[in-house]
């Protein structure tokens, strides 16, 4: 009796040990499957992921769109996106503050000129004539060179004169503008500063300031200018200057003509005259871009807000 139930026991052993081996076996194949599933899938991953991350991008900025009206007049709708770009700012046309590298930053605060300097430290430069007199104000315009710069003596109704700071030596050459016009300081070209002289109500011409006598010379250029309506002015440190006048079409100013009349200060001859037409009334800016390139660039104030229409490029 003690022998059948060893056998029995010995059988029951046996018949365990041979379904945990079997139990075993299946595991390992399991886990090994298992495991090679998941570094498939791993490895899939990483190659698309490295292949999205390695394609480069093909999208092109979109190129600017103009109408052609003649064989040097381009127009550029301000409104489109692809000439976002060309959108200019207006802060970017009327701000004054500049930086003079070497000294540091020209402020326009308060109708004052300061020197913000690279270590944080203020002085003031210039100020109105007057400094009691809310009416008069000072703003910087543009660098002569790296430590000079041109200003204007502003009042409500234009500019009671101008004036040429120097940084290195620290001094202030201001000129007060004639009773008869103003002075408004355009470019400089050379030696001298080039002036946009302007009576209380018309354009009268161009004029130079030497810089190193301060006298001024009027610039004879072959233009009638006290019978053209002169919307705005330009002039270029390369001796060139630009003025835009206008002829109403109708008497409702449902049309008007243009016309940019482009010159050589240093010749003192007309290089250029362009024309074209706009629905309504527009004002203007002008900037020479290049020695043979101008821009204008047509706005309106609406409703208190500037809106910048069209970009005119003039090719000469």
Same mark, same amino acid.
């Given at each position: 009796?003690?022998?059948?139930?060893?056998?029995?026991?010995?059988?029951?052993?046996?018949?365990?040990?041979?379904?945990?081996?079997?139990?075993?076996?299946?595991?390992?194949?399991?886990?090994?499957?298992?495991?090679?599933?998941?570094?498939?899938?791993?490895?899939?991953?990483?190659?698309?992921?490295?292949?999205?991350?390695?394609?480069?991008?093909?999208?092109?900025?979109?190129?600017?769109?103009?109408?052609?009206?003649?064989?040097?007049?381009?127009?550029?709708?301000?409104?489109?996106?692809?000439?976002?770009?060309?959108?200019?700012?207006?802060?970017?046309?009327?701000?004054?503050?500049?930086?003079?590298?070497?000294?540091? #930053?020209?402020?326009?605060?308060?109708?004052?000129?300061?020197?913000?300097?690279?270590?944080?430290?203020?002085?003031?430069?210039?100020?109105?004539?007057?400094?009691?007199?809310?009416?008069?104000? !000072?703003?910087?315009?543009?660098?002569?060179?790296?430590?000079?710069?041109?200003?204007?003596?502003?009042?409500?109704?234009?500019?009671?004169?101008?004036?040429?700071?120097?940084?290195?030596?620290?001094?202030?050459?201001?000129?007060?503008?004639?009773?008869?016009?103003?002075?408004?300081?355009?470019? !400089?070209?050379?030696?001298?500063?080039?002036?946009?002289?302007?009576?209380?109500?018309?354009?009268?011409?161009?004029?130079?300031?030497?810089?190193?006598?301060?006298?001024?010379?009027?610039?004879?250029?072959?233009?009638?200018?006290?019978?053209?309506?002169?919307?705005?002015?330009?002039?270029?440190?390369?001796?060139?200057?630009?003025?835009?006048?206008?002829?109403?079409?109708?008497?409702?100013?449902?049309?008007?003509?243009?016309?940019?009349?482009?010159?050589?200060?240093?010749?003192?001859?007309? #290089?250029?005259?362009?024309?074209?037409?706009?629905?309504?009334?527009?004002?203007?800016?002008?900037?020479?871009?290049?020695?043979?390139?101008?821009?204008?660039?047509?706005?309106?104030?609406?409703?208190? !807000?500037?809106?910048?229409?069209?970009?005119?490029?003039?090719?000469?």
């Amino acid at each position: 009796m003690k022998k059948l139930i060893l056998i029995i026991s010995l059988g029951i052993f046996l018949a365990g040990c041979s379904a945990s081996e079997k139990s075993g076996e299946s595991s390992s194949e399991i886990s090994e499957a298992v495991t090679k599933s998941s570094e498939e899938v791993t490895t899939t991953e990483t190659v698309s992921m490295t292949t999205a991350e390695t394609v480069p991008e093909t999208t092109e900025a979109a190129q600017p769109i103009f109408t052609e009206i003649s064989d040097n007049i381009r127009v550029y709708d301000l409104y489109l996106p692809e000439n976002s770009e060309l959108r200019p700012e207006e802060k970017i046309i009327y701000s004054h503050e500049m930086e003079m590298s070497d000294y540091g #930053i020209i402020s326009n605060a308060d109708g004052k000129i300061s020197l913000i300097a690279n270590d944080g430290t203020e002085k003031l430069l210039a100020e109105s004539p007057y400094p009691d007199n809310a009416n008069l104000w !000072v703003h910087s315009d543009f660098a002569i060179d790296d430590s000079r710069f041109a200003y204007s003596v502003c009042n409500e109704w234009g500019n009671s004169g101008f004036g040429v700071y120097d940084l290195e030596k620290m001094e202030d050459r201001q000129i007060m503008s004639p009773e008869e016009y103003d002075y408004f300081p355009q470019a !400089v070209c050379e030696n001298s500063v080039i002036l946009a002289t302007r009576g209380h109500f018309d354009f009268c011409g161009f004029a130079k300031c030497d810089l190193d006598t301060f006298e001024i010379a009027d610039i004879a250029l072959p233009i009638d200018y006290e019978n053209m309506s002169i919307r705005a002015i330009a002039a270029s440190d390369n001796g060139l200057a630009a003025v835009l006048s206008m002829e109403s079409t109708d008497d409702k100013l449902k049309s008007a003509e243009y016309t940019v009349t482009v010159m050589s200060l240093d010749k003192c001859e007309i #290089i250029g005259e362009f024309s074209f037409e706009t629905e309504g009334e527009y004002s203007a800016d002008m900037e020479f871009v290049s020695e043979n390139e101008l821009y204008l660039y047509a706005k309106r104030h609406e409703n208190g !807000v500037l809106n910048f229409y069209n970009l005119y490029a003039f090719s000469f």
